[in-house]
């Protein structure tokens, strides 16, 4: 087992640096971290959503071709010296894959996870037209 101590910054810099890494999008960490994957006909998205409610804190829409998510976390005020947990609203927008069926999304929420499937489908098949070639 390790134990996480934090040491009081010997001067500016450490604490500069730790700004870059906490806050998005200077650093590598949003408060919502996703993953997203093509299964079969199927584009679906991950997101790490820890300790909501599901019916009340997080909303899932689709315009234009793009998935938003959109969260928040209220804050219960309390007297703590330390916090690494994100409060307020934030969100995620990404692109969806071309032929992705918006009228048919499916959500679900469990165990902090949110997995969203949107039915891709398929593409038409290529068409070929007829010249018609008039000679002089």
Do not use: C, N
């Not at 390790?2 to 500069?16: F, K, N, Q, Y």
């Not at 960490?29 to 804190?57: C, N, S, W």
């Not at 998510?69 to 703590?80: G, L, P, S, V």
Request: glycine share 8%; aromatic share 8%.
């Amino acid at each position: 087992m390790s134990t996480l101590v934090r040491h009081p910054a010997g001067g500016l810099l450490p604490d500069i640096w730790g700004l870059f890494d906490a806050t998005w999008p200077f650093g590598t960490r949003h408060p919502m971290t996703i993953e997203d994957f093509v299964e079969e006909d199927t584009y679906v998205l991950r997101a790490q959503l820890p300790g909501l409610y599901a019916a009340k804190d997080i909303d899932v829409s689709a315009t234009d071709g793009a998935l938003t998510i959109t969260a928040k976390r209220e804050e219960t005020k309390k007297d703590h010296q330390r916090s690494e947990f994100h409060y307020g609203s934030f969100s995620r927008t990404v692109s969806l894959p071309t032929g992705a069926d918006t009228t048919k999304i499916a959500a679900e929420y469990r165990r902090g996870v949110l997995e969203v499937r949107v039915p891709i489908a398929a593409p038409p098949e290529a068409r070929r037209g007829e010249i018609e070639v008039q000679e002089d």
